[in-house]
C-alpha cells in the first residue's frame, strides 16, 4: 500500500506543478464505447471495442477507435494481453474543422495483476504501446510517421453494491498515469493522467451498461500546452454466452 500512496503523491504533484502553466485549453467530451468479450476457451478470450468520442461545446467529433485484443488469463492472479488499435483523428480543438483526419495504428501489450481485498477486486495494469502516427501539416497529411513507445500504469477498483438474481450494480474508481518515450517526444515525456469513477447495471451477467466521469489532464506535443478534460462515457458491455471447453 506505500507503494500505491507513493504513485498517487507523484500523480498529484505532477499534475499540480503543469496546471501552474497559463496554456490550459479546458474541453467537454462525451465517449460512447461498445466492449465485447468472446470467450475462446477457458482461459483464452477475444476483446474488441468501439469507442466515438466527441466534443460538446461545440458539437464536433474528436476520433474514433476500433481496438482488438487477446487476453490469456495465465493464473488466478495474473492475466496477459496484447492487440492492436486503430484511431481515426478528427481534431483535437473543437474549433477547428481540418479537412482530413489523422491516423494513427498502435500495438499493445500489458500484464495485470488481479487481487480480491475485503469483496474488492483490485487490477494493477502495466501495458506497454507502439504508437506510428501519421504526420500532417494545418493543410494535408505527410508520406511519414513518428514513433513513440507509452507506457501506462493502472490501479482500478472493482466492487458490489447491488445483487439479485443475475442482476447486479458494480462500482468502479481507477487512476491511470501515462508518459511517452521517443525522440519526437522530448518535451512531453508525461503524457497524461486519467481518474475515472463509473457504475455499471448489469441486466444480466452477460450485458451491461455503465456510465462514468473521467478526469483526464494531458500535457500537447508543444511542452508547455495542455487540455483539460471533463469527460462523461457511456458503455455498453457484451458477453457472448457460450460453452467453452478445457
Excluded: C
Excluded at 23 to 35: A, E, F, M, P, V
Excluded at 40 to 60: C, G, M, Q, V, Y
Excluded at 88 to 108: A, K, L
Amino acid at each position: 500500500m506505500k507503494y500505491y500512496r507513493l504513485l498517487f503523491i507523484l500523480i498529484f504533484v505532477t499534475i499540480t506543478s503543469v496546471q501552474a502553466q497559463k496554456n490550459i485549453d479546458h474541453q467537454t467530451l462525451t465517449w460512447i464505447r461498445y466492449y465485447n468479450i468472446f470467450p475462446l476457451t477457458e482461459k483464452w478470450a477475444l476483446h474488441s471495442e468501439f469507442d466515438n468520442r466527441s466534443f460538446l461545446n461545440p458539437i464536433h467529433e474528436n476520433l474514433f477507435v476500433v481496438r482488438v485484443q487477446g487476453r490469456y488469463r495465465a493464473t488466478k492472479n495474473i492475466e496477459l494481453g496484447g492487440g492492436f488499435a486503430y484511431f481515426n483523428v478528427n481534431t483535437q480543438n473543437p474549433d477547428v474543422d481540418p479537412e482530413f483526419t489523422v491516423p494513427e495504428y498502435r500495438s499493445q501489450q500489458d500484464i495485470t495483476l488481479i487481487n480480491d481485498i475485503a469483496k474488492i477486486t483490485f487490477h494493477n495494469r502495466f501495458q506497454l504501446e507502439e504508437r506510428f502516427i501519421e504526420k500532417f501539416t494545418k493543410t494535408e497529411l505527410l508520406d511519414d510517421y513518428s514513433f513513440a513507445f507509452r507506457f501506462r500504469y493502472r490501479l482500478q477498483s472493482m466492487f458490489t453494491l447491488w445483487e439479485k438474481d443475475k442482476r447486479s450494480i458494480k462500482g468502479t474508481i481507477s487512476d491511470e498515469v501515462l508518459f511517452n518515450f521517443g525522440k519526437d517526444n522530448k518535451k512531453n515525456t508525461f503524457d497524461q493522467n486519467r481518474f475515472y469513477v463509473a457504475l455499471r447495471y448489469h441486466f444480466n451477467p452477460n450485458l451491461g451498461l455503465e456510465m462514468g466521469y473521467l478526469k483526464n489532464f494531458q500535457r500537447r506535443a508543444s511542452g508547455v500546452d495542455f487540455y483539460d478534460r471533463d469527460i462523461i462515457r457511456f458503455t455498453v458491455y457484451h458477453r457472448i454466452n457460450r460453452k467453452t471447453k478445457k
